[in-house]
């Protein structure tokens, strides 16, 4: 059996697509398959269009949220209800095209793979977003160890055995392409272009994908923690030779009495505790939403 979960938020415009096109590409590969969908508390006509295609497709199953709880806690609420013996996450944008899944299917049956990721070689999005995209997979790939990560989204195959461990790690501050390459296990790729939206706008906006970019390299790396002790070892260079230059200026007599340099390196270190302050508080609100062990998600209906 293979599961198929989708996390859907104001998607009515792509919802009748979303169904003959993956329900299709599930069919060719077998007829013993489910389609997840998880409303994200929709706003618009998304969940009664699932709805009536669930009525009409028993396999096309609809996981309700009881609000907006985020796209990573709604793949993890899909992940949790699959029953399949193969699980695929796909976006609900058909940015990630269902017609793909077979080729990610077989290549992991045939070669012995636990996980299938679908790696993006090529992108027809807005070039200002792919170039904060390509700075971001840049930076994760360096600081977090995770070097297959990069251009790696949450299009993936997992089989039974990935997915268990998978589920098994339930921290709230949730980047899943980062979670799915630390359990490690046996994992391939299938590379693809990937298109950009059919129709609708985009809505992972700026600020939240900021957010998860933060969530991501503070989860997996240790880069903010080494950019403090960076800045510090600097500064403390630039003051030591501000110190050196300040006393052979003593020395010679030429020093102007309210050097404004000195006004200067205050505002300097004032902003750099601040900026470092900022990376600590961080941290503690991460751990803080930690030790609040509050549920990822809340399921209000499951038509399923």
């Not at 697509?17 to 060719?28: C, E, K, V």
């Not at 080729?103 to 070689?121: F, P, T, W």
């Not at 510090?232 to 404004?260: E, H, N, Q, R």
């Not at 503690?284 to 399923?304: C, H, S, T, W």
Request: charged fraction near 20%; aromatic fraction near 14%; charge should be positive.
């Amino acid at each position: 059996m293979i599961s198929l979960v989708i996390p859907i938020y104001n998607e009515e415009v792509l919802v009748e697509q979303l169904f003959h096109r993956t329900t299709q590409a599930l069919s060719r590969i077998t007829e013993n398959f489910e389609v997840i969908c998880v409303d994200d508390g929709s706003q618009d006509s998304s969940l009664e269009k699932l709805m009536a295609y669930h009525r009409a497709e028993p396999r096309f199953k609809v996981l309700v949220l009881s609000r907006n709880f985020g796209h990573q806690a709604a793949y993890t609420a899909g992940l949790t209800y699959a029953k399949g013996d193969y699980v695929v996450m796909m976006d609900g944008d058909l940015q990630d095209p269902p017609e793909l899944i077979a080729e990610m299917y077989h290549k992991l049956v045939a070669e012995s793979y636990d996980i299938i990721h679908g790696r993006r070689v090529e992108r027809q999005e807005r070039f200002g977003k792919q170039i904060l995209i390509r700075l971001f997979h840049y930076a994760f790939k360096s600081f977090s160890r995770l070097e297959e990560a990069a251009n790696v989204g949450n299009f993936s195959l997992m089989n039974r055995k990935a997915l268990d461990a998978f589920l098994s790690m339930r921290e709230k501050n949730r980047y899943l392409p980062g979670l799915r390459f630390f359990i490690g296990f046996k994992q391939g790729f299938v590379n693809y272009s990937r298109p950009d939206r059919l129709a609708g706008h985009a809505k992972m906006s700026f600020r939240k994908l900021a957010s998860l970019a933060v969530s991501a390299i503070f989860s997996f790396s240790n880069l903010p923690v080494k950019l403090c002790l960076y800045t510090g070892l600097l500064g403390m260079v630039i003051f030591f030779a501000a110190g050196v230059y300040t006393i052979i200026d003593k020395i010679l007599g030429t020093a102007l009495p309210g050097w404004s340099s000195i006004v200067l390196s205050i505002y300097f270190l004032g902003s750099v505790q601040l900026v470092f302050m900022g990376i600590i508080g961080e941290y503690l609100f991460m751990v803080y939403r930690e030790v609040q062990n509050r549920p990822i998600f809340i399921v209000k209906d499951f038509a399923g």
